[in-house]
């Protein structure tokens, strides 16, 4: 039904090629789009999530950013607004989204992050099969592009991510089948990741 719905709105849908326990691997998903894309910014965020005019701004100021190297990775992140049950007439503009999150939104912990940014030389085929919805990826990215000496840029002031907040609440990912899928991938790997380092 959702697919019927983007293709009489005329987008793109792409298979999803690779995916770990039927859930998408994030790597795969930015590579396809950008063999398929020229863009200088690629972006992956969470489906409950609504923005404003501001995510335009933001990543406008980046671009013409005259204090940010030309050959470095970059990756945008940043804290998402929590607004519990937004109704379609909140939803219906930036304007509007921008007015419910000052009203009724209240920024979310430190630990989540919805929304990755990044320029068109971003590494992404060297990151490790993790894959969306489940914890523990967002705040390894986040640390591995720090450790990597990325520009690693938190855009919370500045990117309204607002968060269509439901009964289900904010722990989505722990309550998912096999929820600690990324966190025992990464541990193999890395050991004892350092997820604080991640914020």
Known sequence: MLKKEAVAKCWDILPIRKSGRGVPILKYMYRDVMERYVSPLYAYSNGDILYSHSLIDTLKAVMNSSYLPNDKPIMIVGRRTNVQNVTSE????????????????????????????????????????????????????????????????????TLLALHQTTEAGNSEGFNADNPGYNHNLLSRMYHRPHYGAGL
């Open 90 to 157: 909140e939803a219906i503009s930036g304007k509007s989204v921008n007015k419910t999150a000052n009203i009724r939104g209240k920024l979310f912990t430190v630990w989540g992050e919805d929304y990755f940014i990044t320029s068109a030389n971003y590494p992404w085929m060297s990151i490790p099969d993790v894959i969306i919805g489940r914890r523990a990826y967002d705040n390894w990215l986040v640390l591995n592009a720090r450790k990597q000496n990325h520009v690693t840029i938190d855009a919370t002031h």
